[in-house]
């Protein structure tokens, strides 16, 4: 049968599936997205951090990034009761950038396909990927055109960016649980209304719920006066309030009355959304043929909004691997690929089980910490979960539960 060919085929123009094509232009590849909707278009995951910077510079986009004016961030802060602790990512252990911003997904993530579009991919909207073959000498799919055609590319090498479409791990039956309960999220925009007094725009805020650790909002303020808001809880917990999902939402909301004082002139302008059971592990991030990056590899939780760093990381780690591999070397992907970028997102996923077991709560409120410390866990929250000269990426469980038996020892 009749096939096209490829160089480099990328599944998915999010985050990842951008920057890994404008990584492999800059080698001189010749790179195809197939990316199934037309951009345009909604995607959560709105709170970028510092690390992510390196890559987007890297990828030859920040200058994009920078002039589209979205809201320029410094870190975190937290919110429990009466209690308020917040993290100036400038002030942190690890070199590299300390700022990034809060970004509109849809506009975001346009910008990163037009970077990648002009330095030479090319991209196909709304053209999805349906079906993989791995049999021959090099990977072939299937793919579905706007017109509900379907044709084939025989491509060098398949990058899957398809985030929580998760094409591959779906179709090569990769997939295996998260160690995670099942978590979901409610979400939306609002034209928040915050008064600027007694609030920092240029930080993510997370709202502990008063009678429910491991229960959590989100507000991350955008450009020009909007807000995205969100709660995240076990789907048993969501599972409890009925209505609409802009009346769920509200109803959480209301149960924290510092978030709801916050939020009190803001227009509720969108409907919200949920999403339910979105973390996901895969057995192996790549085959013969073959690479999961971002999101169509595994996705821990959006607590410290660790999801888009994660998927530009991979993007770079990937393409590094394919320049090698072009140049005739024999490549392992196992050592230089899935077990380099998974350092990082064990130290994420430490971190996140401490938060929902309370340990890491207790940390970060504490009243005592010493700035070194508190340099390092900004360093982590900043996204520098891969500098081994960090002791909590180093030995992360260890430092984490000697650290909580500090911050909660009596006094
Ligand atoms: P995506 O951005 O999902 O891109 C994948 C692309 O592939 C999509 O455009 C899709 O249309 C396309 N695609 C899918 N299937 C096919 C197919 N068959 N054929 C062709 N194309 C296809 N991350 C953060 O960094 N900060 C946050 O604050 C944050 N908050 C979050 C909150 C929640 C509730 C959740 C669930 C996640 C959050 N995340 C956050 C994570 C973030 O959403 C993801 O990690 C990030 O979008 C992953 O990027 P990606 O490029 O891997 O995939």
Not at 53 to 58: G, I, N, V
Not at 384 to 400: I, K
Request: glycine letters at 10%; a negative charge.
């Amino acid at each position: 049968s009749k096939f096209e060919t490829c160089e480099i085929l990328i599944i998915g123009a999010g985050p990842a599936g951008a920057v890994a094509a404008a990584l492999l232009r800059q080698q001189g590849r010749q790179v195809l997205v197939i990316e199934r909707e037309l951009f345009p278009r909604f995607s959560i995951g709105e709170s970028l951090l510092p690390q992510s910077m390196a890559y987007l510079e890297q990828a030859g986009m920040l200058r994009a990034v920078v002039e589209a004016g979205f809201q320029f961030k410094n870190g975190a802060a937290f919110v429990r009761g009466d209690s308020y602790t917040d993290f100036d990512f400038r002030q942190k252990h690890s070199e590299g950038w300390g700022t990034t911003y809060q970004v509109q997904r849809a506009q975001f993530d346009q910008i990163l396909a037009n970077e990648a579009a002009r330095q030479g991919a090319e991209i196909r909207y709304q053209h999805q990927v349906l079906a993989v073959d791995l049999d021959g000498d090099k990977p072939r799919v299937t793919v579905r055109n706007p017109a509900g055609e379907h044709y084939q590319i025989e491509a060098g090498f398949i990058l899957d960016a398809s985030g929580f479409g998760r094409v591959l791990p779906r179709l090569l039956q990769l997939e295996t649980p998260s160690n995670f309960p099942v978590r979901g999220a409610i979400f939306t925009h609002i034209e928040d209304g915050i008064p600027a007094q007694g609030f920092d725009r240029n930080k993510i805020r997370v709202t502990v719920h008063p009678d429910h650790c491991d229960v959590w909002y989100w507000t991350i303020p955008f450009a020009g006066g909007r807000c995205s808001l969100g709660v995240v809880a076990e789907n048993s917990f969501l599972e409890r309030y009925q209505g609409s999902e802009t009346a769920r939402l509200q109803a959480i909301v209301n149960e924290d009355p510092g978030l709801s004082k916050l939020l009190a002139n803001a227009k509720w302008d969108t409907p919200a959304r949920q999403i339910v059971g979105y973390s996901a592990n895969v057995k192996s991030l790549w085959g013969k043929g073959f690479a999961l990056l971002g999101n169509a590899g595994e996705f821990l939780d959006p607590v410290f909004s660790s999801g888009v760093t994660i998927a530009v990381k991979s993007a770079s780690l990937a393409a590094a691997m394919l320049q090698r591999q072009f140049t005739g070397e024999a490549v392992d992907w196992q050592n230089d690929y899935a077990i380099p970028l998974k350092k990082g997102v064990d130290t994420f996923r430490a971190f996140v089980e401490s938060w929902y077991a309370g340990g890491f709560q207790e940390i970060i409120f504490y009243q005592g910490q010493q700035p070194e410390i508190r340099g390092m866990i900004s360093a982590i929250l900043a996204g520098y979960a891969w500098d081994q000269s960090n002791p909590y990426v180093r030995e992360t469980g260890r430092r984490l539960a000697t650290l909580e038996q500090l911050c909660t020892a009596p006094a």
